[in-house]
Every structure is written in C-alpha cells, then in structure tokens.
C-alpha cells in the first residue's frame, strides 16, 4: 500500500513547477532560460507573432487545500522572447509585461 501510494504521489509531481522558479522569471528572457528555468510546458497555443505555453505550478505548503494545490502559470513569448506572463486566471490588469 505504501508502494503505491509513493507511486501516486510521484506520478502527480511529475510535470509541476514549484513557485520558486515562477519568481524568477522576467520579462526578456529566451526561449532557452524559460525552459531551463521551468522545464517543459504542459500544452502551448500560437498565434501569428505570439507563443504561449503554460504550466503547472505546484502551491506552497500554506496556500495548499485539499481541493487545490497547484495554480496554472502561462509564458507568453513574441519574437522568442519573453513578453507576458502570470497566473492564466489572473484578469489582464495583473499580468507581468515587458517595460
């Protein structure tokens, strides 16, 4: 049973960012530094002149509850560089951008 379970618990790990790296991002970054920095994304979506890809991003220990533990982060890049990024269900008026 314990075999399992640790076994559960790395399958659900697998893949998330810790908020640590989220913090380190900024606005001018390559391609290159974003994965580095954040591993591989969990899905992306172009547009003409525009990728985003988006992560999952574990909570820390004290904003964890039962029902939600991880937040989801997006990464938007134009011309490969870093433009905007933030939580994907923060309103525009929060997101990070490029100055």
Known sequence: ?????????????????????????????????????????????????KDCAYYTVLKDFWSRTPWSMSDRYYVCFTDGRVETYGRADQPASAQMTAR
């Open 1 to 49: 049973m314990k075999y399992v379970a640790c076994l559960l618990s790395t399958a659900l790990l697998t893949g998330c960012v810790h908020g640590d790296s989220v913090e380190r991002l900024q606005a001018g970054m390559d391609r290159d530094q974003v994965r580095t920095l954040m591993g591989p994304p969990d899905g992306s979506a172009h547009s003409p002149g």
